[in-house]
């Protein structure tokens, strides 16, 4: 079928089955607006910057386990995507970017808003792509889905210029990718994985180091199988966190800078670690050298390139972690039958024991409310409810990850591997319009919340209404408490305030529900009258502007060497678990 | 240690661009680097020469696998590969000068590619060790200007069939 350019770009989205995309008009993108204009059945979320429009793609994606789109023109349109684009690259999050880029006769002649985007974006991409030809739009764009959820998914950008979408070309979507250079591993090695299994069935204290890769794969269930099948504990990372129930009795925390004792020492103390979807981050594993000293290590993941990356693997298996956890399970069930290992029952009451003894601690507030009695009480009231967590990045996010249990994968979406501030509020939107049945909650810090605080506008008119728990300590907090931990005292550049600006006025400016929450006893309420509310509302919990994060590893130190709460006789003991 | 990556790309706009933003994105060094059109019109070839470790190789070549326009990455052991690399050498001779440096040329099987009135241009093609010692030989005679194209390289006709190491990871 004859067609513009502009309309195969909606024809082909529509195609894969986009149902919203996410942006922000501008010059060279106009021709593709306008295809929106003269009717898609895809939903455009109008963003009120293109970060947001990226993050919201990103919270999509991540609620949904499809493809996220955003959509930008040329120059700074385009540079205001490349931050989700990196934060998709480091948390392996599939994003297809459509910009507009200048026509194809100004290339070059540094023409109005002209900027070499997929030259920018080239070390945080999958690939990208610069249309030269009209003809190539839907290749490209079959292509651009199929590489951004094949493999390790992540971001793929898609630059068109304004006379690409202008001219005319003979639409058909092909059923196929023809790549021949990207060829992602199908299975995983069948003799590693009866290696690896025999590995497991003869550790003594095995732990399950789980990753993101286990979300981005699908294979949560196949992971939970393995799991009790094998009788193994189970740590999450920030970016596995929802990949295993947390309530479950083999889950045993989240390990790191900010993971609890247990969650630490029972990785520290292994005698195998399997890995699966994970990538020994430094903020997980510390000073690397002594990192699980002990432990052999099983690597399970899609991507070759992680094996042996930082971390020697004595089996890898690489392949989609669907298959290879299952026919993990399969043969762990095997060997035990065959009367080989058994479940490792005393390491696991090991790592209660630590977790009893080692509990989250946090000095209760006197004239002050804390934040964690905040995330205890948001525990609370959201337990059995599907609720989806984003957050921000600084302590609450930590708070977040420390005391939300997460009971579903895609319930808990955060910036790990950039650690993008400003995350939070967009990522929730974007979760909304793919979990519109979900109740969508951004912890977000006060410092966060200031770099994209303006999608609370999109939030109210496009009816995609979030709960916003700012945990206010008027603070750059975990800055703050790197300059009390390790500069000194000295703070510098932190102090944000407590009051400047009115969070709830502020909200209720952008048509949301403000509240404003300083005491312990309204907390409840506030929730209460938010999640009750079905509005977009802002509750700003002005929390004490003092409180640490605990406990830390600190940035390159051993993950045993870590900062405790210093205990007062008040001390509290964190809702035990 | 050095090693010599053979790479086999789709020829497409940006390529090069990306292997480059590789390397340098992950702090590997290219000593050399020579790109060229194969047996097939769409796809290039580029030799690629670096120092670093073992592992760092294996962190290259799988971070290189997975760049989209890439399709085959293989090393070139020394014992198992063919490489060549042509030079050209602008050296002064002034006429009484010529015959010695010509004959000293013989021995490399350098070609007399341009003549000068006080100058001339020797073309050489041979192992890159080839190319360091008659550089060292004309050097006395005053280098004017000197250009290498960075080595190419094969596999051996009678190597084993490449790549292996990666073979067992995918
Ligand atoms: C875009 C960006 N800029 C700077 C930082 C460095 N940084 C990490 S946490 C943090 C403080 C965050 O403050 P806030 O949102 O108030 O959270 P808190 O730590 O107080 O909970 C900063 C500045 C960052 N991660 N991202
Ligand atoms: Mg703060």
Known sequence: MKMLGSDAVLRSLEAEGVDV??????????????????????????????????????????????????IATSGPGATNLVTPIADAWMDSTPLVCITGQVRTTLIGTDAFQECDITGVTIPIVKHSWLVQHVAEIPNVIKAAFHIARTGRSGPVLIDIPRDVQEAELDFTYPADVDLPGWRPPKRGHAKQIKEAARRIARAE?????????????????????????????????????GAFPETHALHFGWPGMHGPKWSNWAMNKADLLVACGARFDDRVTGKL????????????????????????????????????????????????????????????????????????????????????????????????RDVVFTTGVGQH?????????????????????????GYGIPAAVGAKAARPEATVICVDGDGCFQMTCQELATAALEQLPIV?????????????????????????????????????????????????VSAEDEVEGALQAALDSN???????????????FPMIPAGAAALDLIEFEEGEDAKVARPL | MRHTVSVMVENKPGALARIASMFARRGFNIESLAVGPTERPDV?????????????????????????????????????????????????????????????????????????????????VGTPEELASFEELVRPHGIKELVRTGRVGLARASARPAPRRLAVLR
């Open chain 1, 468 to 516: 916003v728990v700012l945990i206010n300590n008027g603070y750059l907090g975990m800055v703050q408490q790197w300059q009390n931990l390790f500069f000194d005292d000295r703070l510098s550049h932190v102090h944000l305030t407590h009051q400047v600006p009115d969070y709830a006025m502020l909200a209720e400016a952008y048509g949301c529900a403000g509240f404003t």
């Open chain 1, 397 to 421: 996010q930590m708070w977040a990850m420390q005391y939300l249990l997460c009971e579903r994968p895609g319930s808990f979406i955060t910036s790990g591997g950039l650690g993008t501030m």
């Open chain 2, 44 to 124: 290039s070839h580029i030799t690629l020469r670096v120092d670093c470790s073992d592992r760092s190789l294996e962190q290259i070549q799988k971070q290189m696998h997975k760049l989209v326009n890439v399709l085959r990455v293989q090393e070139l052991p020394p014992d198992e590969a063919l490489e060549r690399e042509l030079l050209l050498v602008k050296v002064a001779a002034p006429p009484g000068k010529r015959a010695e440096l010509i004959s000293v040329a013989e021995v490399f099987n350098a070609r007399v590619a341009d003549l000068g009135a006080d100058a001339l241009i020797f073309e050489v």
């Open chain 1, 21 to 70: 995309v996410f942006g922000l008009p501008g010059g060279a993108i106009l021709p593709t607006y306008d295809a929106f204009a003269r009717g898609t059945t895809v939903r455009h979320v109008l963003a009120r910057h293109e970060q947001g429009a990226g993050h919201m793609a990103q919270g999509y994606a991540r609620a949904s386990g499809r493809v996220g789109v955003a």
């Open chain 1, 535 to 549: 509005r977009t509302s802002v509750i700003d919990f002005r929390v004490d502007p003092q409180e640490q994060c």
């Open chain 1, 289 to 384: 050298a002594a990192f699980a000293p002990g432990a052999e290590v099983i690597h399970l993941d899609i991507d070759a390139a992680e094996i042996g990356k930082l971390r020697h693997a004595d089996v890898p298996v690489v392949g989609p972690l669907k298959d290879v956890l299952r026919d993990l399970a399969v043969e762990l069930v095997r060997l035990h039958a065959e009367g080989e290992g058994r479940r490792p029952d005393a390491w696991i009451q090991q790592i209660r024991d630590w977790r009893a003894e080692f509990p989250l601690k946090y000095a209760p507030g006197r004239e002050t409310l804390k934040p964690q009695r905040v995330m205890e009480l948001l525990q609370d009231m959201t337990a059995g």
């Open chain 1, 205 to 241: 204290q095995p732990v399950l180091y789980v990753g993101g890769g286990t979300l981005n794969a699908d294979a949560c269930d196949e992971l939970r199988e393995l799991a009790e099948v094998g009788g193994l504990p189970v740590v999450t990372t920030l970016m596995g966190k």
